[in-house]
C-alpha cells in the first residue's frame, strides 16, 4: 500500500473514532444497560422467533470500521457477504454508533420497507435528521406525511409535468451539447448533474435560470456538504456551515412561495393549473401545510432528485461504454426513434421515450448494478417478527438492497451488465427495489426513468463516444472517481 493509501485510511480511522464519540455524546448510542434489556427479552436459542445472530464488535466504534473500509473497496458488499455466510441472511451488528439489524433478505426487506409507522419509522444519523428538520417529509409519519406524499406523488407522475420535462430536458440539453468539443473530454457526470438539477429546481419552485438558480445551487453544494459530517453545530464546523445555507435556501423558496401567494391574490397569472410542486402544495387547504414547512422539504426533496437522477445517467453511459453490444442495441433503438419522428413531422413525447423497450431494460439493469440508493433504513417501535428473526423495538433496521440485487440466488451471473435478463423478468419482485418501497417509495421514480431515457436519446442520437477508464465509488455515495471522461464524435 503506498503513501497515500494509508494516509487516506489513517484519517478514516481517525474520522470515525470522532463521529463515534460525538455520537456517544449527543445521544445516539443506547447505554449498555438498555441494550441489555433488549436483548434479554427475546430469545437467542432454542425454539420459536431467534433474535439474529451477529457481533457488536468493539466498544464504542462496534464493526463500523470494516463497514466502512469495505464500502470503499472494489467490492463494498463484502462486509455482509461474510456475515452472511456466518450468521444468514439477517444478522446483528454496531454500525456508526447504532445497534442494528441488517438484512440481505428480499422478503424481509420488502416487509419492513412496507410496515405502517406502529412498527418501523424513517431512521438517519443525528447529523442527517438536524439538516432535515422535524417536519421533513423523509421523517413525518401518520397523516401529515400520507397527505404530503400523496399531493406530490399525483404531480410528479402527471402527463402535464412529464410533457414540461422532455421540453425544458431538450432545451437545457440542446445549450449544453452545442458547447461540446471533440478536443477535450467531457466530464459527463458534471453535465448530468447540472442538466438535473436544473429541472429540478424548476420542477419544484419555478426557477430555471440567472443568479436566482446559481444561488440556490451554490448554497445547496454547500447544504449537502453536511450530511456525512460531524454531528457538531457550532461556528466553523461543517455541519453549521450546512444549516446555515439550508437557512439561507429556505428563505429566498418562502420569497418565491410570497410572489405566488400575491399574484394569485392579484390574479397575475392562472392559478388553475399547477405549474409546480410548490403550487401543488398552496392549492391545499391544510393549515399543517404552512409556508415555512413547504419550503422546508422543497430544500430536502432537492437531495434525492439531486443524486439518484445524474448517478443513473453516468452509471448507464458508464456500463454502455463497457458493453459494445449493449450500446449498439440502445443506439439503433433510438435512431430508428429518430428517424420515424423526422418523417412524421412529430415532436417527441415523453412516452415515446418511455415505449422503447431496450432503453428501458439498460435503465432497470443500471439500477439493479449501480444501486443508487444502496440501503435504506428503519428504527423499530416494537418488537416485531418477520420469517422467524425478531427485530426489537428501538433497534435500527438497515434493508441492505445492493446485496439483494447482486446475489445469484436471485440473479443469474450478478456482476455481469445484461440488459437482457429483463426480457422475461418481472420488475415487480422482492428482489428489485431500487427506489425503496412501501409508503415511502420515491415518487419521483418514473421521473428518474423519464430523464434518464431523454439524456441517452441525445446523447447516442448526436454523438459517437469513447469512455476513458473510470471508477465507480460507493461511499458515502455512488459517484465516478474522475467524473466519467468521455471523448465524443458528432454524428
Not at 409519519?141 to 431538450?170: C, E, P, T, W, Y
Not at 387547504?285 to 439518484?308: F, Q, R, Y
Not at 417478527?385 to 433496521?397: A, L, R
Request: charged residues 25%; positive net charge; contains cysteine.
Amino acid at each position: 500500500m503506498d503513501t497515500c493509501s494509508s494516509l487516506l485510511l489513517f484519517s478514516l480511522f481517525l474520522f470515525v473514532i470522532i463521529f463515534l464519540i460525538f455520537d456517544k455524546i449527543y445521544g445516539l448510542r443506547s447505554s449498555t444497560a438498555s441494550k441489555t434489556k433488549l436483548i434479554d427479552h427475546v430469545n437467542t436459542h432454542g425454539h420459536g422467533p431467534m433474535f439474529p445472530q451477529g457481533s457488536l464488535g468493539w466498544p464504542v466504534i462496534g464493526e463500523t470500521i470494516e463497514f466502512i473500509s469495505s464500502a470503499y473497496s472494489d467490492h463494498p458488499e463484502s462486509f455482509m457477504d461474510k456475515r452472511r455466510l456466518m450468521y444468514g441472511r439477517v444478522f446483528k451488528s454496531h454500525i456508526f454508533g447504532t445497534a442494528t439489524i441488517v438484512s440481505t433478505d428480499a422478503e424481509v426487506n420488502k416487509t419492513v420497507l412496507q410496515s405502517d409507522p406502529t412498527a418501523f419509522v424513517p431512521f438517519y444519523p443525528k447529523t442527517v435528521r438536524e439538516l432535515m428538520g422535524k417536519s421533513s417529509i423523509l421523517l413525518i409519519n401518520g397523516s401529515l406525511h400520507r397527505r404530503f406524499h400523496g399531493l406530490v406523488g399525483s404531480f410528479l407522475k402527471s402527463a402535464l409535468l412529464k410533457a414540461q420535462i422532455v421540453k425544458d430536458m431538450h432545451k437545457f440539453l440542446s445549450e449544453s451539447m452545442d458547447l461540446w468539443s471533440e478536443d477535450q473530454p467531457v466530464l459527463l457526470q458534471d453535465i448530468s448533474k447540472t442538466v438535473a438539477f436544473k429541472v429540478l429546481a424548476k420542477a419544484l419552485i419555478s426557477v430555471e435560470k440567472g443568479e436566482e438558480l446559481e444561488e440556490l445551487k451554490k448554497e445547496f453544494e454547500q447544504f449537502i456538504k453536511g450530511l456525512m459530517s460531524l454531528p457538531v453545530n457550532f461556528p466553523g464546523t461543517q455541519l453549521y456551515r450546512s444549516l446555515q445555507a439550508k437557512k439561507k435556501m429556505v428563505k429566498q423558496v418562502e420569497r418565491i412561495i410570497e410572489g405566488k401567494v400575491r399574484r394569485a391574490k392579484n390574479k397575475e397569472e392562472d392559478g388553475v393549473i399547477a405549474k409546480d410542486v410548490v403550487d401543488v402544495l398552496l392549492k391545499d387547504s391544510s393549515e399543517k401545510l404552512t409556508h415555512n414547512l413547504i419550503a422546508n422539504n422543497m430544500v430536502d426533496m432537492m437531495i434525492p432528485g439531486h443524486d439518484s437522477v445524474p448517478v443513473l445517467i453516468t452509471l448507464a453511459v458508464k456500463f454502455l461504454s463497457d458493453s459494445p453490444s449493449a450500446l449498439h442495441f440502445l443506439t439503433e433503438e433510438n435512431m430508428e426513434l429518430k428517424r420515424l419522428k423526422e418523417l412524421t413531422g412529430e415532436p417527441l413525447y415523453w412516452n415515446d421515450y418511455l415505449s422503447l423497450p431496450f432503453t428501458q431494460k439498460v435503465i432497470t439493469e443500471t439500477l439493479r448494478m449501480g444501486n443508487v440508493i444502496i440501503g435504506v433504513m428503519r428504527k423499530a417501535m416494537k418488537d416485531v417478527e418477520i420469517k422467524g428473526c425478531v427485530i426489537p423495538k428501538g433497534w435500527c433496521f438497515l434493508a441492505y438492497l445492493r446485496s439483494v440485487h447482486l446475489d445469484k440466488l436471485y440473479y443469474e451471473s450478478p456482476y455481469k451488465f445484461n440488459p437482457w435478463r429483463w426480457q422475461e423478468r418481472d420488475m415487480n419482485t422482492s428482489s428489485f427495489s431500487p427506489f425503496g418501497g412501501g409508503q415511502r417509495l420515491c415518487p419521483g421514480l418514473d421521473l428518474a426513468r423519464l430523464e434518464a431515457s431523454i439524456f441517452l436519446h441525445h446523447l447516442v442520437t448526436r454523438f459517437r463516444w469513447t469512455a476513458e477508464a473510470d471508477t465507480i465509488i460507493n461511499f458515502p455515495t455512488v459517484h465516478m472517481k474522475n467524473k466519467l471522461p468521455i471523448w465524443i464524435k458528432r454524428r
